[in-house]
């Protein structure tokens, strides 16, 4: 059981460039969402979707696309990398969006991206 | 706005300390609060309250939530070096937009 799987690990890319982090999870869960965490700001949710062909915005959308075509699978697309998307991103799942299932996220490992 | 706040943002001990952490919140329609352990990577779950004064523990840690004054504490008994990490405290309101604040970073010092 695979859980919540993100790559890649670390990436740098230039100003303008575009990427894709991927991120797939194997539980079946309806909820996907993906964080930022900058360095005393916490984690900040940039999109999440409650389940296939689903997505919304977060707090921190800008600069981000998702799409949701499967179950299992969850991009994250930089259109256009800028430096202040230097960040830390994780992807997280769960096996529901309501009634408070918190203690069911699943996190993955993380992706250290650097645009320079 | 929703935010989160957690106090201090950082902490310094030294083993056998018992420190208390503090989240404090204002969002609307209020699910539920969870703390997470942060160490290298990913967040790892500790505790979901939803209720007031409703004590969670686990083991040396133990978690409280106090809806009327909106803020929650992670307690810390006995520390260890173990527990040196970040501390991440989140609210979950009705509409998914969960919450983190910036976290608290504990250093346990032998």
């Known amino acids: 059981n695979a859980g919540v799987t993100q790559t890649p690990k670390f990436q740098v890319l230039k100003t303008g460039q575009s990427m894709t982090l991927q991120c797939a999870q194997d539980m079946n869960h309806e909820y996907m969402s993906w964080y930022r965490q900058d360095p005393g700001m916490g984690l900040r949710l940039i999109h999440y979707s409650v389940g296939a062909g689903i997505t919304d915005q977060g707090e921190v959308p800008n600069g981000y696309n998702v799409s949701r075509s499967t179950t299992e699978d969850f991009p994250l697309r930089l259109l256009s990398a800028a430096p202040s998307q230097t960040s830390v991103y994780f992807c997280?799942?769960?096996?529901?969006?309501?009634?408070?299932?918190?203690?069911?996220?699943?996190f993955g490992e993380g992706s250290w991206l650097t645009v320079v | 706005e929703d935010k989160v706040v957690q106090s201090p943002l950082s902490l310094v001990v030294h083993e056998g300390d018992t420190v208390t952490l503090n989240c404090s919140y204002e969002?609307?329609?209020?699910?539920?609060l969870l703390w997470y352990k942060q160490e290298k990577k990913a967040p790892t779950f500790l505790f979901m309250l939803t209720s007031s004064g409703i004590e969670k523990k686990s083991g040396r840690l133990s978690s409280i939530l106090d809806k009327k004054e909106l803020f929650s504490i992670l307690n810390i008994t006995a520390t260890q070096t173990g527990d040196s990490a970040i501390y991440l405290c989140?609210?979950?309101?009705?509409?998914?937009?969960?919450?983190f604040g910036a976290g608290t970073r504990l250093t346990v010092k032998p």
């Open positions: 969002v609307t329609n209020f699910r539920s």
């Open positions: 989140a609210v979950e309101p009705d509409n998914n937009d969960m919450r």
């Open positions: 997280a799942s769960s096996y529901s969006w309501t009634g408070g299932y918190g203690n069911t996220i699943y």
